[in-house]
């Protein structure tokens, strides 16, 4: 499994975009990066994911480097609810894979 | 209900007792995995089923872990002879888990606390 580095916390204002880096520079071809979060006292929500492509949907935007050796997830209008750990996760694309849980970003935002 | 639902929430043992961990799948998923998360840490993989099949039981900690999904829906984790050191949030989480897919999103329940005294 590629491992991953993220920085252990981050603060954004409310209503300004969240850019949270993760760097995966041991993905491996067909490892696509997912980006899940846990909110305090709740099980971990899956954001979003991508292969190689930029992806964007309606919680989040997900930028990959065209080495695919980092990416960055984007919360274009960051509000309070969105403070909880952010956790980025390279995973093979077929069924029955585990998810390997890194130490993730904590994001706080703040009014 | 839509979404990955566990029971109970919270759970209080004293050493020794056997528990039981409850986990209702997303309808119709087919993978279902176990996860167990320590105070202050991510999740950690624990075992995984397809359908009935328990297909990969490598992070159960030792042999007083089972988890079973006997007729390929609800699951159950079981601990038997419980240690403080197994107090942490047990999470669940389904997946739709079909071959012909590229990518296989896991969801996830909201987990059950374990306090063991």
């Known amino acids: 499994d590629a491992k991953t580095t993220q920085p252990p916390s981050m603060d954004c204002a409310e209503g300004r975009a969240a850019n949270l880096p993760c760097n995966h520079s041991t993905i491996s071809g067909n490892e696509y990066v997912y980006w899940y979060r846990q909110i305090h006292s709740q099980g971990p929500q899956y954001i979003i994911h991508g292969l190689k492509n930029n992806e964007t949907n309606e919680m989040a935007s997900l930028i990959i480097t065209e080495d695919r050796k980092s990416s960055t997830l984007i919360l274009p209008h960051a509000t309070l609810r969105d403070t909880a750990v952010y956790y980025c996760i390279p995973q093979r694309g077929e069924y029955g894979n585990k998810l390997v849980f890194g130490a993730g970003t904590i994001l706080r935002v703040k009014s | 209900g839509a979404g990955v639902s566990q029971s109970p929430r919270y759970k209080v043992a004293k050493r020794g007792q056997d528990v039981a961990l409850r986990c209702d799948p997303i309808?119709?998923?087919?993978?279902l995995f176990w996860y167990q998360q320590a105070l202050g840490q991510g999740p950690e993989f624990l075992t995984y089923?397809?359908?009935?099949?328990?297909?990969?039981k490598s992070g159960l900690p030792s042999d007083r872990f089972f988890a079973e999904r006997p007729e390929g829906s609800v699951s159950t984790l079981k601990i038997q002879r419980t240690q403080q050191e197994d107090s942490a949030v047990y999470l669940c989480?389904?997946?739709?888990?079909?071959?012909?897919?590229?990518?296989?999103?896991?969801?996830f329940g909201p987990g059950t606390r374990l306090t063991v005294l």
């Open positions: 089923f397809q359908n009935e099949a328990q297909l990969d």
């Open positions: 309808s119709g998923h087919v993978s």
């Open positions: 989480a389904s997946s739709f888990g079909v071959r012909s897919t590229t990518t296989d999103t896991q969801y």
